[in-house]
């Protein structure tokens, strides 16, 4: 144990305080200090008055003249104002080793004995390190290690080196895009900051499109003390942070973590130069710091739009399903309603590259398309995901539409995006529709008749000849025995025995191309009259 300048006794189990034969001051002397549960030596100076034990140890021999030998280690880790250094005690030249350490200056062979900066570690044999502090920017320093015996003082070899020069302090808030429903994280950096005590930060961001969530990511350094916070109503957030021990900073300050409120909106992330200050360990305001701004943004809604096509009656179109102004997709379900009544589905095709096929499905039923898909890693999709292909069962146009209500588009971890637009499309059939074919269909020898056909949508008419019972057909032309072939009303005269079974059909092409026939009929022949 160890008495203190009231007399009062302390660790009296647990410890031991040596003095040491070398002295800090006049009023101040060197001590050792030791605990039972470690064996570590530490070495401090206090005042002379306190109680601490003494030990006799064996001075140099008679007549003893031998110097301890220490060589100076490579400094490393330069900083703008530090440094590591230190040196080895190969020998302590056969006497008690009294003191080792390290003296610096600005001026070559710094030396105890010219009063130079010194830092000293004890009297032991062996390497040591020492780390400097405080040092001057741009300041070349002349160091040696020194060791200290009862026959005097040996210096190490001389090294040199010079610290970091003095960079100008920036602050710069980060610029984030991010998909509707992420949370944007901001980086706030603070580079070649070195010596600071005191740190004020504040800056403005747009409230109304964005809310302030907290931070995260805080500078080991500071972050003991730091306060950061976005008072109500928002708009702001403030940084304060200050104290005794001087921090060094060169890279992330810290994350700020923001919600935007609606999709497609941005904010300027704005510093308060008036209200900013950095400060060093002495509360000097540092001068020259640099301030840059950053920006956040999130995509627009993710839109899910059907394209439109037309076609002829009996045949089939494709309606395109696309994805636009989406990211970060995890999962895609869509019930899209059709007119039974018009339309039959047949399939769907074209399915996007970004769409792993196996983990789509697509199924019809009660008048609907039901689609399904949800992967991982999230896509971001920008087109045609795939197309929906129908057969045209009759003329009209019908519209095809998304049901909002049972459709939606997910991040991976199955969170909704808010927002969602679904536009849909149209479907027209083109085409043309007959009448019931009319005339005289029984005809004797020598007679004649006119059938008649109604076709509506109808822009060009061309009646047709088959006579092997409807596998092939000719166009007409007008002759003798048919006219008004390119009309409604085919006229036939001068009939005989090989118009038998023949058969008639108008062909109509209307809008768009489309082509359409008429029901065939057939004309019965009589040789009596």
């Not at 006219?483 to 090989?498: D, E, K, P, R």
Request: proline share 4%; glycine share 12%; with cysteine.
């Amino acid at each position: 144990g160890w008495s203190s300048t009231t007399g009062n006794f302390n660790c009296q189990t647990g410890c031991a305080r040596y003095w040491m034969k070398s002295q800090a001051s006049n009023a101040n002397s060197f001590y050792s200090e030791m605990y039972y549960s470690g064996s570590n030596v530490s070495l401090w100076s206090l005042d002379k008055r306190y109680g601490f034990s003494v030990r006799c140890i064996q001075d140099c021999p008679v007549g003893a003249s031998n110097l301890p030998t220490v060589n100076t280690a490579v400094v490393s880790q330069i900083t703008i104002n530090s440094a590591i250094c230190g040196g080895d005690v190969v020998s302590d030249g056969g006497c008690d080793l009294q003191e080792r350490g390290v003296v610096f200056s600005e001026i070559p062979s710094p030396s105890l004995s010219r009063g130079d900066n010194w830092y000293w570690y004890g009297g032991v044999v062996g390497a040591y390190s020492i780390n400097l502090a405080n040092l001057n920017h741009s300041t070349t320093y002349y160091i040696r290690a020194y060791a200290t015996n009862s026959v005097g003082t040996a210096y190490g070899n001389e090294v040199n080196f010079s610290t970091l020069s003095q960079q100008v302090p920036s602050v710069t808030l980060g610029s984030v895009a991010a998909c509707i429903g992420d949370t944007l994280v901001v980086p706030v950096q603070m580079l070649n900051a070195y010596g600071l005590g005191a740190i004020t930060l504040g800056l403005s961001y747009n409230a109304n499109n964005f809310e302030y969530l907290g931070f995260s990511d805080v500078a080991p350094s500071v972050a003991s003390s730091i306060l950061i916070n976005s008072p109500a109503p928002g708009g702001s957030v403030l940084v304060s942070w200050y104290d005794l021990v001087s921090a060094d900073l060169n890279g992330l300050l810290f994350n700020m973590k923001f919600r935007a409120l609606s999709p497609g909106v941005s904010s300027d992330l704005t510093w308060d130069l008036s209200f900013n200050e950095l400060a060093d360990s002495t509360a000097t305001p540092i001068t020259g710091v640099t301030y840059s701004n950053g920006s956040m943004s999130v995509s627009s809604a993710p839109a899910v739009v059907l394209g439109s096509a037309s076609g002829c009656v009996g045949g089939s179109v494709g309606i395109p399903v696309s994805l636009n102004s989406a990211c970060g997709v995890g999962a895609i379900s869509l019930t899209i309603p059709y007119d039974a009544g018009r339309l039959s589905y047949t399939g769907y095709a074209g399915v996007s590259s970004l769409i792993n096929d196996s983990n789509l499905t697509v199924n019809a039923s009660n008048s609907s398309v039901a689609i399904s898909w949800f992967g991982y890693p999230a896509i971001v999709p920008s087109g045609q995901l795939l197309t929906l292909n129908f057969n045209l069962i009759s003329g009209g146009t019908s519209a095809i539409s998304v049901q909002s209500s049972n459709s939606e588009i997910a991040n991976p971890m199955g969170v909704a995006y808010p927002g969602v637009t679904y536009q849909g499309g149209t479907i027209s059939a083109q085409g043309v529709t007959f009448g019931t074919t009319t005339g005289n269909l029984n005809l004797y020898v020598g007679g004649s008749t006119t059938l008649t056909t109604v076709a509506q949508g109808a822009q060009t008419l061309q009646w047709q000849l088959s006579t092997d019972g409807g596998q092939n057909w000719s166009d007409l032309s007008n002759n003798s025995s048919y006219s008004g072939v390119t009309t409604s009303q085919l006229g036939i005269a001068g009939v005989n025995a090989t118009f038998a079974n023949y058969q008639y059909r108008l062909r109509a092409t209307g809008a768009g191309g489309c082509q359409a026939s008429s029901v065939p009929v057939t004309l019965a022949y009589r040789d009596w009259e």
